[in-house]
């Protein structure tokens, strides 16, 4: 694939792939971001599985305990279409927070740079950001948390 051996060329580790200015995945992870409304109200947005994305296991598991998160943090989970452009508007509005990549093979990861055209998306981000850490933390614990937690399934060897 010519477009990542050119982003690594240029300092980046992945590519995030868009689909008329939608933003779809990266190369091996599904994409996240945290962003503040105008109202206040903290959402964690990943985009809608049209057919374009692969429903990774980690995604799928935050969407699924999107009601726990909303609970625990206040943060609304939600699927939908986000475009590269509300990306760029919510950070030059200080509102995006977050933006983080997840999988199945690794630990929730942050994005601290994003580059379209024009723009170059900066963020503070790293493992201990507060999202991150707590949705690693959340998955960490059901994976090696209490055997009565209804994903978990206990076999004898």
């Known amino acids: ?63 699924d305990m ?8 206040g ?17 030059e509005e200080d509102r995006l927070v977050e933006a983080v990549g997840v999988s199945t093979a690794s630990d929730i990861q942050a994005i601290n740079r994003i580059v379209y055209k024009d723009h170059n998306i900066k963020l503070d981000t790293g493992p201990e950001s507060k999202f991150i850490k707590y949705l690693n933390g959340k998955m960490t614990k059901i994976m090696t948390g209490p055997k009565d937690h209804p994903w978990v399934e206990s076999l004898e060897v």
Not at 66 to 73: G, K, L, S, V
Request: aromatic residues 8%.
């Open 66 to 73: 999107a009601d726990e998160i909303e609970q625990e943090t």
């Open 75 to 91: 943060m609304i989970v939600e699927q939908r279409t986000i475009s590269i452009h509300e990306i760029i508007r919510a950070h």
């Open 1 to 63: 694939m010519p477009y990542i051996s050119e982003a690594k060329q240029n300092g980046f580790d992945d590519v995030l792939w868009l689909l008329d200015d939608f933003v779809q995945e990266m190369t091996v992870l599904n994409v996240m971001f945290v962003i503040q409304n105008r109202y206040g109200a903290l959402k964690l947005y990943t985009p809608i599985d049209n057919g374009c994305i692969l429903n990774g296991t980690t995604r799928q598991s935050i969407l």
